[in-house]
């Protein structure tokens, strides 16, 4: 039988990263064995729906580079669907109708609450010959064991065992005819030919009640492997308090899809004590043995070391693409070409493609360019002195290159400066990128060519 997995998202905002990281592990293990990834959005939530956020989860996939099979599934669209099946079982008894009024219930709740019970409902429909009350729209309950024990076979929490008596005869339908959660997830995977369930370990506990749905239906329960939580660094619940808790905000840092997905594969699994994996690795390798067990604590450090090699392996152009959002304004095809010359330098100095951006900025700025508190400090009397001469300088080199203009700021702080180069550099630099600190200048002032270099330092004298 071949695999298929699943992507259920709630749709209540951005994607959050521990959901990004449930979608890459389903998208490993189904892909890796030549299976299939299915996309339900679990919109059944009607008070909470925007379509921006299923959109923003869509995004998030597409950001993440991963896809999915077939079309993008509506839980509440199916919403028939269930119903029927909550009618089925109860056409075969395996569901009952109650009819208890909300006073009952509560009655109810007071005693187990006394008694110390784990469930409240007292079952008291469920063989019931009694006359339904006149005008109350019943619920549908599904008959859940009541003695005995249900031993689940995670592959990641390994076997979990729970008393039935645990176990509620919870309802299924609603009086008003609408399915509640529960049901629709186990009807939907059901549905979709779902082979293997990984999801977050806060859904542990539901696996043993959507299992009597599948056991009543008589189907075949999937495999299932529920993933430990991903932690900030405090150790509590990663969320926004942490920095950043959404795929999105990753993405507006300037970190790269292929970091994330580096990252967040080794966040929560292991293959030895390799840090750095190559897609085509990670497909090979992905299981559901080497899932750590315990919490993941969000590292920062690792992130930034990832995206870091990231940036050094990816592609020149594809940068500039990426790095544009993080520019001021819109590049021209001029710009375009001196960010390009300019790539290779800025690559490995950069952590995110942000800093690429902020380092590289100052070759696509306009004249007069704003100066940093850093930059002024260089552009005192001695500071300007220094650039007028290296004014007169350039105007009169033929050759104008990295090289010549090294040559020439050497010969002057010679001149001027009892031999120091900084003296020079300082003000130049200055004046050059607005900045104190810079990718080789030298470089940086070719790349600008002859003219625009003496029309920034002219700039500032
Ligand atoms: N919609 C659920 C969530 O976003 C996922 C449920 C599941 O994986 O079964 O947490």
Redesign the pocket.
Same mark, same amino acid.
């Given at each position: 039988m071949s695999v298929v997995t !699943?992507f259920?998202?709630?749709p209540t905002g951005m994607m959050h990263i521990g959901?990004a990281r449930?979608l890459l592990y389903n998208w490993l293990y189904a892909r890796g064995r030549g299976g299939k990834v299915v996309f339900r959005i679990?919109d059944t939530d009607r008070e909470r729906y925007d379509e921006k956020h299923v959109q923003a989860l869509i995004n998030g996939v597409k950001w993440m580079g991963l896809d999915y099979d077939g079309d993008v599934i509506s839980q509440y669209e199916r919403r028939d669907r269930h119903a029927a099946v909550a009618h089925e079982l109860l056409a075969a008894g395996k569901a009952y109708y109650c009819y208890c009024s909300p006073e009952e219930l509560d009655v109810m709740r007071e005693k187990a609450k006394a008694e110390g019970k784990p469930t409240f409902y007292d079952r008291r429909w469920r063989d019931s010959s009694a006359t339904p009350p006149e005008g109350v729209k019943p619920v549908i309950r599904i008959k859940a064991p009541l003695d005995g024990a249900t031993t689940l076979h995670d592959h990641v929490q390994g076997d979990v065992t729970v008393n039935n008596e645990q176990l509620d005869d919870m309802i299924i339908l609603r009086s008003d005819g609408t399915p509640v959660y529960m049901l629709a997830?186990v009807v939907d995977d059901y549905d979709m030919e779902v082979t293997h369930?990984i !999801?977050?370990d806060?859904?542990l506990n539901?696996t043993f009640r959507q299992n009597l749905i599948y056991d009543a239906m008589g189907w075949k329960q999937p495999d299932y492997a529920h993933l430990p939580l991903i932690l900030g660094s405090d150790g509590s619940k990663m969320s926004k308090r942490h920095g950043a808790a959404s795929v999105e905000e990753y993405r507006d840092m300037g970190y790269l899809p292929e970091a994330m997905r580096n990252y967040l594969l080794r966040l929560g699994w292991s293959h030895g004590d390799d840090e750095i994996i190559s897609d085509a690795q990670a497909l090979e390798w992905f299981n559901l043995d080497h899932v750590v067990k315990s919490p993941a604590r969000w590292d920062f450090d690792k992130l930034n070391h990832l995206n870091a090699h990231y940036i050094k392996l990816a592609d020149d152009a594809r940068l500039l693409d990426l790095i544009q959002p993080f520019l001021p304004h819109s590049i021209d095809a001029a710009g375009e070409k001196r960010l390009m010359a300019m790539m290779p330098e800025l690559k490995p100095r950069a952590v995110t493609l942000k800093q690429i951006a902020e380092e590289a900025e100052f070759l696509v700025k306009s004249i007069p360019l704003d100066m940093s508190e850093g930059a002024l400090k260089h552009l005192d009397d001695d500071g300007k002195a220094t650039l007028g001469a290296l004014v007169t300088h350039i105007a009169a080199l033929d050759i104008f290159t990295a090289q010549t203009l090294e040559d020439t700021c050497r010969q002057l702080a010679k001149d001027m400066r009892d031999g120091k180069l900084g003296k020079v550099m300082m003000p130049f630099r200055a004046a050059l990128t607005g900045r104190d600190k810079s990718p080789s200048l030298f470089h940086a002032a070719e790349i600008l060519g002859k003219n625009e270099t003496l029309l920034r330092l002219m700039a500032v004298l």
């Open positions: !699943r259920p998202p709630s959901t449930t679990e997830v369930v !999801r977050g806060d859904h539901n």
